[in-house]
T-cell receptor, first 113, second 113 residues
Framework: EPEVTQTPSHQVTQMGQEVILRCVPI?????FYWYRQILGQKVEFLVS????????KSEIFDDQFSVERPDGSNFTLKIRSTKLEDSAMYFC???????????FGPGTRLTVT | SQQGEEDPQALSIQEGENATMNCSYKTSINNLQWYRQNSGRGLVHLIL?????REKHSGRLRVTLDTSKKSSSLLITASRAADTASYFC?????????????FGQGTELSVKP
């Protein structure tokens, strides 16, 4: 069964460093998402991406964040200058339809020290 | 999209018993989705029910939707220890093209062997 994959599973970085989180969505999906979950808190929407552009972004998704689909398979989330409060699990998801079920990856645990 | 409110916040049952979780939402929807999250892992899509459907089954899962009361319920029959997880509803309003989902705090289900 096709699944969403994410790399790395765990990333440790120092405050102020740039990180790129990578995702490979399900191959025939058209809608892509990033969510994050701070330990013990709700899963929060960050950004949705369709047709090579951002469809919607949350207040969390400020200028420090960017997304890219550099080729036909990868979908990346870049955090330019990480802060301690960026420590969280980051989940990528994809969907075949904009209003359909979303398939989530296993997540990348980002630890900012 | 809008956030659903799950109830109860926590539920503890014995293996073999049925578990019922409820979800309430505020505005009209296109569909409502249920997801499961095992601790620290990605969300898994369980079932999607459309606004014109009243009941849907998938294996041991039964979902009902009452659009007049703006509520949904998820029933897990003959529960197993492996069903221990957090369960989230995600009402989708279809008012945006991006398809973002907003998750609440969920119902934390504990199934004791």
């Amino acid at each position: 069964e096709p699944e969403v994959t994410q790399t790395p599973s765990h990333q440790v970085t120092q405050m102020g460093q740039e990180v790129i989180l990578r995702c490979v969505p399900i191959s025939n999906h058209l809608y892509f998402y990033w969510y994050r979950q701070i330990l013990g808190q709700k899963v929060e929407f960050l950004v949705s991406f369709y047709n090579n552009e951002i469809s919607e972004k949350s207040e969390i998704f400020d200028d420090q964040f960017s997304v890219e689909r550099p080729d036909g398979s990868n979908f990346t989330l870049k955090i330019r200058s990480t802060k301690l409060e960026d420590s969280a699990m980051y989940f990528c998801a994809s969907s075949g339809q904009g209003k359909g079920e979303q398939y989530f990856g296993p997540g990348t645990r980002l630890t900012v020290t | 999209s809008q956030q659903g409110e799950e109830d109860p916040q926590a539920l503890s049952i014995q293996e073999g018993e049925n578990a019922t979780m409820n979800c309430s939402y505020k505005t009209s929807i296109n569909n409502l989705q249920w997801y499961r999250q095992n601790s620290g892992r990605g969300l898994v899509h369980l079932i999607l029910i459309r606004s014109n459907e009243r009941e849907k089954h998938s294996g041991r899962l039964r979902v009902t939707l009452d659009t007049s009361k703006k509520s949904s319920s998820l029933l897990i029959t003959a529960s197993r220890a492996a069903d221990t997880a957090s369960y989230f509803c995600a009402p989708y309003g279809g008012d945006n093209q991006g398809g973002k989902l907003i998750f609440g705090q969920g119902t934390e289900l504990s199934v004791k062997p």
